[in-house]
């Protein structure tokens, strides 16, 4: 189960067999069935964990509606970043899409792994940077990308997300009904065949 | 000029005299004149800038429509992230709103101070944390909130925003028409006074 997680790390910065051992003491398992909750709104986060199997959606609810935010597979990170790093009550859900495992690590012990270990330190700016990037990109698409753009962008970069999760969550999380998305997809069928 | 940047650095690790003085030496002052630009599309961004005074505009061109993503005054940091990590062609313009004076440090010398003095290692993730959450924050802002929402958001927490920089450019932000951020305005000061 940690190998996993080791060889993800190693592939990222140079690390010794001695600072490697560090992540069995550090992580433990968490086994999640389908539609199970790794967190729930209302809660302060503070741990994050990482995907060793399964699918986590991000949603938060606005006025009783959810809204799909991300959603994660194999080898991401996943946590409400706003309430890990503030000690907020967090706004994210993180629900099982799929029977998961995760790895997860305590804030203070991420942070003691910090310290303790710069080789880490580094690895946890590379990964911030990670969330930065993909929060900026979604910000930017958001922004300024028609519903159709944003389905053609999904389908180049996350090809495995349709193959995986039900239409009902790729539409929430496009922002558009699930009719809305039945018509991107039947236009743009028409197109490929024209 | 780099005293400013070092007692903001102090405020958020602790340094010593001989950390603090790799400021010196790692950061150049940059000036713009209103207008200016500090970066612009197409090209690949290969530093980081501290504003010491001023304010930036970040924008980014769709359609020919220029679309502000953020805008940022002093003590802050500015660069294309996307750009600067993965050295990519930018699409981020960043322009001076105001005269403005910037400290800026190149990646070379960025990646350098990092591996000299792990401290700044520490910072440097602690400002990337800022960047997701800035970032997250405006990605579920835009998923969610009605323009009326992100208008009252605004105010409340970026109130200078309003005494400096032109309607045009907080509509823009906002993503909507000058009109429509006229009416918005007009129909808050009606409740207040009602």
Known sequence: MH??????CKNIV?????????????????NLKKKEFLLQDGKVCSSIGFIVKGAIRHFHIKDGVEKTCDISFENSWVTDFQSFTHNMACV??????????????KKENLYKLYSECSVYETFGRLMVENVALRATDIAMSLSSDKPEERFNNLLKNRPDLFQRIPQKYI?????ISPESLSR???????????
Chains 1, 2 share one sequence.
Do not use: C, W
């Open 14 to 30: 140079p690390l010794t067999d001695e600072e490697l051992k560090l992540i069995d003491t550090h992580f433990e398992v968490q």
């Open 171 to 175: 539409a929430n999380f496009l922002g």
């Open 92 to 105: 994210m859900n993180l629900q099982a899409m799929e029977d998961t495992i995760l790895l997860v690590i």
């Open 3 to 8: 190998n996993q997680l080791k060889t993800y």
């Open 184 to 194: 991107i997809q039947k236009r743009i069928h028409t197109k490929s065949k024209s």
